[in-house]
């Protein structure tokens, strides 16, 4: 069966956080309580605000099936080029294993191609490695050594 996408709306906000916190890492960094954290709520209304960022769900039989955001970034190397950046994907645990994953990619490197990208980025936790096998399988490269510096 087909997904439907659609930009994310405020009334999906607790439901996507849920998404986002129901995993063994996502459990231990993500504020599940209701209400919902006012810093979600701020988040949701920039990325919203955003021409640059797109937060999309997929929905199957009008229910909510996964999520990621897309964020597209301007850069002076590579001749001037854009990028697109996949962060917060997430299949909702009941729509697991049934290659909605592969869609969604497919659906978001589309829409890069669209926005003029030539390269389409992500990282991947190291304590995912189904999620890096996963990404490996679409034709995603290991190239480059990630950083990250907590503030």
């Not at 459990?27 to 309580?33: A, F, G, L, Y």
């Not at 969604?104 to 890069?112: D, N, P, S, Y």
Request: one cysteine or more.
């Amino acid at each position: 069966m087909a997904l439907n996408y659609r930009s994310a709306t405020i009334n999906d906000l607790e439901n996507l956080i849920s998404m986002l916190a129901n995993d063994p890492l996502g459990s231990q960094r993500e504020d599940s309580t209701r209400p919902l954290n006012q810093a979600y709520i701020s988040a949701f209304e920039a990325i919203e605000n955003d021409p640059n960022n797109q937060l999309l769900v997929a929905e199957q039989g009008g229910q909510l099936a996964g999520m990621l955001q897309l964020t597209f970034i301007p850069y002076l190397t590579h001749t001037g080029s854009w990028r697109c950046l996949i962060e917060g994907v997430r299949v909702h645990e009941a729509f697991r294993g049934r290659g909605l994953g592969e869609q969604m990619f497919r659906h978001a490197i589309t829409l890069a191609r669209e926005k003029g990208c030539n390269v389409v980025q992500l990282t991947s936790d190291k304590q995912r490695p189904d999620a890096i096998r996963f990404y490996e399988k679409l034709g995603f490269k290991a190239t480059h050594e990630g950083f990250k510096l907590g503030l």
